[in-house]
């Protein structure tokens, strides 16, 4: 398997790439063995994918197909998940996607993991108080483990790196009500990763994955390919097609701005 995950054949012994959930598999097995599943599933849904979600609400083993215009982000999004074992220091990289007269760089996929943590009971649908707390699909991070939770006490703690060594912050208080305090970043230096850190799947649970692809402003009119690769003891295990027809024209700027402040 080379850099991109591509199967070559070699002197003594041919292989084929098997793709059923994208696993590669040499020629001659007697039966796919299966570890990581992949679902393509719509970035945007008033559906939520939590760790222990199944069916998961995706297109098993597909191709993450989108269109954009030049210069323009576009969002997608997939789900992994362990069907044998639990894992750990999986990694997700991108190829570059190839066109007929160019290639978008693997550097402009920015992937990040969808964190799922607690928050309050209202928090997916509404934005009143309830102390309730239920586990919402929310953050967008390159670390995955910056925030931990743990499922038995319904609360969310920061993994932060200070001056004088690393330090687990519980951040669930449950008295503070949005009163206005704003803290230096020395006193509380909380900060993601700039590269995506290796992440662990537990068995038969889930993980979805955050891929906003942004095509160059000069990017040539036609259709791009490439993969993510899911990648344990640095072999490829798994990869998502990806495909992106990039249109020929540019978005004109937006006449207005819009926000949100809650």
């Not at 978008?104 to 997916?124: C, F, L, S």
């Not at 687990?168 to 305090?181: L, Q, V």
């Not at 000069?218 to 640095?234: E, V």
């Amino acid at each position: 398997v080379d850099s991109e995950g591509n199967v070559k054949a070699t002197s003594c012994v041919a292989l084929i790439g098997l793709v059923t959930a994208g696993v590669a598999l040499s020629a001659g097995t007697s039966a796919p063995a299966t570890i990581l599943d992949t679902y393509v599933v719509k970035p945007f849904s008033g559906k939520m994918i939590l760790p222990n979600t199944f069916p998961v609400p995706g297109r098993l083993g597909a191709t993450i197909s989108a269109s954009a215009c030049r210069g323009e982000f576009v969002d997608t999004s997939f789900v992994v998940r362990s069907v044998a074992d639990s894992m750990t220091g999986l990694r997700i990289s991108a190829t570059p996607l190839r066109g007929p007269d160019g290639a978008i760089p693997a550097t402009a996929m920015n992937i990040r993991i969808v964190k799922v943590w607690y928050q309050e009971g209202t928090a997916w649908r509404a934005i009143e108080a309830n102390p309730r707390r239920v586990l919402v699909p929310e953050l967008l991070l390159k670390n995955d483990q910056l925030i931990t939770v743990n499922r038995h006490t319904k609360e969310n703690y920061a993994n932060i790196q200070f001056p004088d060594g690393f330090r687990k912050i519980w951040i669930s208080n449950p008295t503070y009500r949005g009163e206005n305090r704003f803290v230096p970043v020395d006193e509380f230096p909380i900060a993601d990763t700039k590269q995506l850190q290796a992440i662990s799947l537990a068995r038969s649970k889930n993980k979805q994955v955050w891929v906003t692809i942004h095509v160059p402003s000069d990017a040539p009119a036609g259709i791009y390919t490439g993969r993510i690769l899911l990648s344990l003891h640095r072999k490829v295990i798994s990869a998502v097609p990806v495909s992106v027809r990039v249109l020929p024209f540019h978005l004109d700027p937006p006449q207005l701005l819009y926000s949100i402040s809650y």
